[in-house]
Every structure is written in C-alpha cells, then in structure tokens.
C-alpha cells in the first residue's frame, strides 16, 4: 500500500504490481501447455512466431538462453518443467532481450572510403555549457569520446600575449583550457568506445609561429597513432578499417592569419535565441517543414550568409609553416560563396567543405541533388548557428538526409534534436560510424527526400507497460499526494513523409501504467528512419514532467516483444526504467 499525506488525512493506493499486463498474459496462456508452464518445444515456437528468429542453430541457442536466464533467476516451475508465466514476463523485460541485440557488434561494411558513412561529429567539443559564458575544459571531451563521438572540434587561439594558444569559443567570454591539456584527453579517450579512427578538426585563428607550436605538440602527443598521408591531395578516402587506431587532423590549409572583431562586440551582436523547452521543442511536422521552405526563393540560390568559420576581416600571413600543414590530413575547402561552385566534384581530388545551419538548409532547397553527389564523394560538416547561444541542436536528419556525413551537435545541449543524434549512432554496435544507405550513393538516380515516395513497410509498435520509476525516483517526484499519472509518446523521426509522432491514453495513479496501446506507422524510408520513445507525467496544472526518452534506429530493431531501457535528458540509460514493446514488420 502506498500512502500520501495530504494536510490532516492520509490517501491510500495500491501497492505498485509488476505483473504482466492483460495482452502478456493472454499472450502466455495460447502457448503454455494445460499446467500453465511453457516449455521449450512451446518456448521454441513462440520465438520463431512471435520473436521472428530463424534457423535452427539460433532458435536452440537462444531457447536455451531463456531456460538459462530463467533457472538462474529461479522462474523456472518446481522441476524445472518450462517457465511460469512470471518467469516469461522476467525474460521479456530483461536486458538480454532488448530492442537492439545486447550482442550486437560493428555490422556494416567499414571497408568503404569514410564519405560513405554517417559519423558521430561534435561541435566546439570543449564547451561545459553555453556558447557564450561557459567554461573550456576537457572533460567535455572525455565525454563525448566515451559515448562514441568520432569528430572532436577546438577553436585554437593566441593568449593576450601572443605567445601560447588557447582553446576556447573565440569572441565570447567562455574561460579557455589549455590545448595541451585537450590533446592528453584526447590521447588516452580516443579509443575506449570504438576503435575507428577520431577525426580532429581544427579552427585555426593563429600565426604561423604559433602553428609551428601547435604542429609539434600534436606530433609529439600522438605520436605513431597521427595518421599523415603523403600527398596533398586524395582521390578518395580511406577507410575506417584502412584507420583503425588513427586520430586525423582536419583544418583549412594555412594561407592566411584572421583577424577578428573584439568579443564584446560579437557577443552583443550575435542575436538572442529563445530557450528550448524542458526537453526540448518538437521535431517539426511535415506542413512546418513546407512552411520553412516555402520562405525560401529563388533570389537565395546565390546568396548565403556569412558563418562561423569564416571571419570580416583578414590580413595577408607572412609565410607558411609546413610542418603544421604537413598535418592536416583532410582539407577543408575554401567556401566560394556561389553554391554551383562549391558543390563541384573535382575527379582527381577529395576534400571536406563546412557549412553552417542556415547556409545548409537554404542549399537543400536550391542544390539537394548536387548535395547528395557531393557527399558521395567527400565530407560536408553541417554546425549550429551561432545565435544558438545556448548549446541548443538543429534537427540532424536535415543533413542525413541529403548524405552529410558530419551533422555536428553540441553535446551538452540535451533535448529531442541530440537524442536523435544519439539514437543514430546506436546503430552499427555504437562505433561512431554508420553505413549511408545505398540510394544516397546512387550515382545514376538522385534520391530526393522531399518527393512523394511510396511506402516500403510498415512498422506496427505496442506500448504494453513500464516499470522502473518507482526505485529512481522519490515517491512525490511527480506528484506531491499520488503516485504519476503516465502517458507515453512515440513515433518516428526520419524523412517528410515518415515523420510522425503519438501518444498513449494516460494511466492514472500508477507506478507501473499499463497502456497495452497499438500504433502503425507507414515508412517510405525506413533506411533512415528513428524510433522516438517518449514518456511523461500529466500535470493539469503545470508542464508535464519529463518520464524518460530513447531513440533508436528501426533499421536495427529487432521484431517481437522486446524491452526497451529509457534514458534522461541527458542520453544517459536510467538505473531502472524500461517498457515492454513489440515490434512488426509488414
């Protein structure tokens, strides 16, 4: 019994029940033999039929995972005749049938040049908050690179006295961190979470004495693990495979030193952004989405706005330090400011180009297909706008979309445009690098994203119940004088068409609401389409509280009746906190 005190009298509840819901149940009853216990012939035929696990050699594997799992938790009926449908209910809500394969390993190919692939991509990676006032440190850096992040970004500086470098957010007043400080951090983190290589980009402000400065503490930090290439110039990349164990320097051939407006000046004339909400505004909606474009016309094609890398004022650099250049690896392309010319494919040369949110977006509408021929080529790196002063995100399919491989995110702006991020990158065993799918490197027939594109399946998603909250949280989190009132989102991130999200009826007073709740979502791309799980707490009164977020890549789900483990604001998995869903495809 759960017990509220509300000012002179006490509210009394039913005690929290973990029991499976009605669907479980009836789900156990028609395979569990006339004594109610399910046993592995019965066992077998459910994961075949419901589970969709084929072959022989699978289905027994996994069978006998289940009567493992279920003897060692002591679910199995006195005699060890088959599962009690307590037993079943366990299993299903356990982490060894999860929604992705808690064995799942690096499944694609990584054997293809790295503009093939999708890569975990970071912006001004040093940042502790804000883009305005916060603090430099590396211990953003170690973060990202334990959750998978691929890309790392520092600013590089002078100091007041112009003889050492900074990294910081320059014309702002975050504190800076010392580079070598960032380069160590990177050093022993590189690694831990993938073995593919991390790409380091550089936004180089320095002369070339500090440069010379800069090029030998690289070199000497990391050593043999510094991939170099011999030439200039590449016809195609490597591959993740091919830089395995490599960190890559990536920064504009040094030809020109850039001199900046004060700080103050730039901080006062960057804009104001309006504050996301708690957990983040909604992905837009197909007829918002219309809307944006629509604001666009033609007189756009050749006009773009100035962007973050690229500063008003520039004095000629007195020479070149070669020992700095010698390590860049991946060339950033000089923008030229007439989009014809900068998505031209040179046959003979690849290179990375850097776009900013706004530039980007306006390109979808006028160049999506020379985009999408670019990016199958070389690297485009998309980053926020920079009146996103609060470490907020953009959406990132935007630029999965037309194949860029580099949509950056800040990593400390946690809301729904992150955990897209974050769900992405689930993918391919969390290695940082996904596999594009093979119509964006269709040479012959451009895909367009925003074309009426006919449905290739359809994924049916039950929301049975979930558990949890009640060893997170305390009793009043939620509600001061009664247990939560539930309800749950999901829905599906991906391209126009696809894009949808909907909610489940609330359950009232209950630790462990039991929705049983059925949606059907037509996919015309499922290729890049992301599952969003969202749960909160109705409050009549005030915004509803945030219950717990996933996102994770359909293409990789598993069919069947899975559990799903739920997250907070920040992406990190919740101690206790899961669902119970199925999962079909048709």
């Not at 509803?544 to 069919?559: A, H, I, K, Y």
Request: with cysteine; aromatic share 8%.
């Amino acid at each position: 019994m759960t017990t509220y005190r509300v000012c002179c009298f006490r509210r009394r509840f039913r005690p929290a029940s973990n029991e499976p819901s009605e669907a479980i149940g009836d789900l156990f009853q028609s395979y569990a033999g006339g004594d109610g216990v399910l046993g592995e012939e019965a066992l077998r035929r459910f994961l075949r039929e419901v589970q969709g696990e084929t072959g022989d050699d699978d289905l027994q594997e996994t069978a006998r995972e289940v009567m493992a799992f279920a003897a060692e938790h002591k679910l199995l009926k006195k005699g060890g005749s088959g599962l009690t449908v307590e037993g079943f209910h366990r299993w299903l809500s356990s982490d060894a049938n999860a929604a992705l394969h808690p064995r799942r390993g690096v499944q694609d190919d990584m054997t293809l040049p790295l503009s093939h692939y999708f890569i975990y991509t970071g912006h001004n990676s040093y940042l502790t908050g804000n883009q305005l006032s916060s603090g430099c440190s590396e211990a953003p850096i170690i973060k990202a690179l334990q959750d998978g992040v691929r890309v790392i970004e520092l600013d590089l500086w002078p100091n007041s006295g112009k003889d050492d470098v900074e990294v910081l957010h320059g014309r702002t007043w975050t504190s800076p961190v010392e580079l070598d400080k960032c380069l160590e951090a990177i050093k022993e983190h590189a690694f831990v979470s993938s073995p593919y290589p991390v790409i380091l980009t550089l936004e180089d402000h320095l002369t070339p004495h500090l440069q010379a400065k800069v090029a030998k503490m690289i070199k000497e930090t990391f050593g043999n693990t510094l991939h170099l290439t011999e030439s200039e110039a590449m016809s195609e990349f490597p591959s993740p495979e091919d830089l395995k164990g490599k960190i890559i320097v990536s920064t504009k051939p040094p030809k020109e030193y850039l001199q900046t407006k004060s700080t103050k000046e730039e901080a006062h004339n960057g804009g104001a952004e309006e504050e996301e909400s708690v957990w983040g505004d909604e992905i837009p909606d197909n007829k918002a989405l219309m809307a944006v474009n629509r604001e666009v016309s033609e007189q756009d094609t050749k006009l773009y706005v100035q962007e973050e890398e690229e500063e008003m004022e520039k004095t000629a650099q007195q020479g070149v330090n070669m020992e700095y250049k010698r390590l860049i690896a991946i060339s950033l392309t000089r923008r030229k400011h007439d989009m014809d010319e900068d998505l031209k494919v040179d046959p003979d040369k690849v290179s990375r180009m850097s776009l900013g949110e706004t530039a980007y977006e306006k390109a979808t509408i006028t160049h999506g297909a020379e985009i999408i021929k670019f990016t199958q080529k070389n690297l485009l790196r998309i980053f926020p706008r920079t009146t996103r002063i609060t470490s907020s995100n953009y959406n990132p399919l935007m630029g999965w979309r037309y194949g860029a491989q580099m949509v950056a995110a800040n990593m400390q702006g946690h809301g729904r445009k992150l955990w897209l991020t974050q769900g992405m990158f689930r993918a391919n065993g969390g290695c940082g690098y996904v596999k594009k799918p093979d119509f964006l490197m269709n040479c012959d027939k451009m895909f367009d994203p925003r074309s009426n594109l006919p449905v290739k399946t359809r994924l049916k998603v039950t929301v049975y119940m979930g558990d949890g909250w009640r060893f997170d949280f305390h009793k009043t989190h939620f509600d001061k004088f009664s247990p939560p009132d539930f309800y749950a989102r999901v829905g599906i991130a991906g391209v126009m068409a696809d894009t949808r999200m909907e909610e489940t009826k609330v359950i009232m007073d209950n630790w462990i609401p039991t929705w049983d709740h059925e949606f059907v979502f037509a996919l015309a791309v499922p290729e890049l389409a992301l599952l969003r799980v969202e749960v909160h707490e109705s409050d009549n009164h005030q915004k509803d509280d945030f219950g717990g977020q996933t996102c994770l890549p359909v293409w990789e789900l598993r069919p069947g009746i899975r559990s799903v483990r739920l997250c907070g604001r920040d992406g990190e998995m919740m101690r206790s906190v899961k669902l119970l869903m199925r999962f079909e495809f048709a």
